[in-house]
């Protein structure tokens, strides 16, 4: 008696990689090939629960590690299998300051932490891979935390500091400087809406009796809370000492 036993030729799957490292929210591309592509009816591919029923490409986010199985089936019923491992990774949980308000001028501390390295950002361009950093913007600025891992899953975050103007203010003095000693010094401040003096007086006006050269400090703080100061340096022309030589100790009526 005789049988025949019809032998089919069955596809090389051709797939480039045994394991893919995915980020934790990254989505994940596996690409395969077959040395056979005419004898090809479909593929289906297996992960979690789910089976797809599509080409040689499969794209999908992970949440999990796992072992994702691509079947071949061929026009002639044959099957192949491949697998590949897919590596799921965390992304770091970056903690970062919080938005910041300041006046112009000052300087404010920023801060990340829960990543291996960090890169300060402002408009693209790299300022700091320091954990802390000290900035002191002139305008409203945003600065982007980029927290890596060293298995290079990276998260984005974003500190905003916000500016206040500072007052510009002007002390006003009319008077001469020098200025002759125990003479009237009026002083005057613009550009704030409270002032303090160096003199422990308030108010956008002092005036004084000068005895001494004398360095006077204005404080002008605006509606923000935000402080500048300006300042005058006044100098005392000392007084003439009058003496009287030759009188008598007392003196007669007539």
Not at 7 to 14: E, T
Not at 22 to 38: H, R, S, T, W, Y
Not at 139 to 162: E, F, H, L, N, R
Not at 185 to 208: C, H, P, Q, R
Request: hydrophobic residues 40%; proline residues 6%.
């Amino acid at each position: 008696d005789t049988a025949w036993l019809n032998v089919f030729d069955v596809p090389i799957i051709i797939n480039p990689f045994d394991t893919i490292s995915a980020c934790d929210g990254d989505e994940v591309v596996i690409n395969i090939g077959v040395d056979k592509p005419l004898s090809v009816q479909y593929f289906i591919w297996h992960y979690f629960d789910n089976i797809d029923t599509l080409s040689t490409q499969l794209r999908f986010t992970p949440d999990e590690p796992l072992m994702v199985y691509v079947q071949v089936v061929t026009f002639d019923n044959c099957e192949v299998w491949d697998s590949v491992y897919v590596d799921h990774m965390p992304k770091p949980d970056l903690v970062i300051s919080s938005d910041e308000l300041i006046c112009v001028g000052d300087t404010v501390e920023l801060s990340v932490t829960g990543a291996d390295l960090y890169y300060w950002t402002v408009n693209g361009d790299t300022i700091s891979e320091e954990p802390t950093i000290e900035v002191n913007p002139m305008d409203t600025t945003k600065y982007v935390i980029i927290g890596q891992m060293i298995d290079g899953c990276s998260a984005k975050d974003s500190i905003y500091v916000y500016t206040y103007p500072s007052p510009e203010v002007e002390l006003i003095y009319d008077g001469n400087n020098p200025i002759c000693q125990f003479n009237e010094v009026i002083l005057k401040a613009e550009g704030a809406n409270d002032y303090w003096w160096t003199t422990d007086e308030t108010g956008d006006s002092i005036s004084f009796f000068i005895e001494r050269d004398t360095l006077v400090k204005v404080f002008g703080t605006n509606n923000y809370g935000c402080q500048s100061l300006d300042s005058i340096s006044l100098v005392v022309i000392p007084g003439i000492e009058v003496s009287f030589t030759g009188l008598l100790p007392a003196y007669c009526d007539n």
